[in-house]
Every structure is written in structure tokens, then in C-alpha cells.
């Protein structure tokens, strides 16, 4: 475990950033990717997302350019497949109302 500090602690604050940013691109794109897929879980990884790389602006070094274009691709595929805009872009705290959804989370269809 110690070593496993270490290691954390000689990385880069902006390569771990970027590493979780990743993962809510993936997490998102799962969610996008489900029949049918789960908009409402998608918008709130995409949400995420944005919040990081728009809010960190240039702090995410190289690795920057790549997660802005993943973060375009997903909001396009959210709004192909029905979604309205999500919270992020808009600027508003809780942007467009949630999307009806079953227990289950997802949106139906």
C-alpha cells in the first residue's frame, strides 16, 4: 500500500485528473451506447465531464484537446439520440428537467 502511495504521489495531479475524466467518457458512452440507452445516466457523466475540462480550462496539459473533442462527441451522440441539452451547456445548475425514467434508470423507448 505504501508503494502504491508513492507512486500516486510521483504522478501528476493532471494525469490522474485526466485518467478519471476518461472514465466518465467511458461511463458516458456506455450509457449512450445501451438499448435504450439511459440518457439520464449519460447526461450526468457528460455533465461531470464538462465540469472538469471546461472548468480546469488549460490546466489538463496535452491531454486537453482530446477530452474537449470526447466531450463534443458525446454531447452530439446524447442530443442524436433524443436528449435535450444538458446542464453543463446551458450554465444552469440543474439545466433542462430530468428525463422520464423507469426504476430501472433508464429512459424507455
Known sequence: MTELR??????????????HCYGMFELAALHLSLDPPKLDQARLAIDALALLVEG????????EGNLR??????RL????????TTAAETGAPG????????ASGDTGG
Not at 95 to 102: C, H, L, N, Q, V
Open 6 to 19: 508513492q507512486q500516486l504521489a510521483d504522478t501528476p495531479a493532471r494525469t490522474v485528473v485526466a485518467n
Open 56 to 63: 480546469l480550462a488549460t490546466r489538463l496539459g496535452e491531454e
Open 69 to 74: 473533442e470526447g466531450l463534443t462527441q458525446l
Open 77 to 84: 451522440a446524447f442530443v442524436r439520440l433524443g436528449g435535450t
Open 95 to 102: 439545466g433542462s428537467p430530468p428525463e422520464p425514467s423507469g
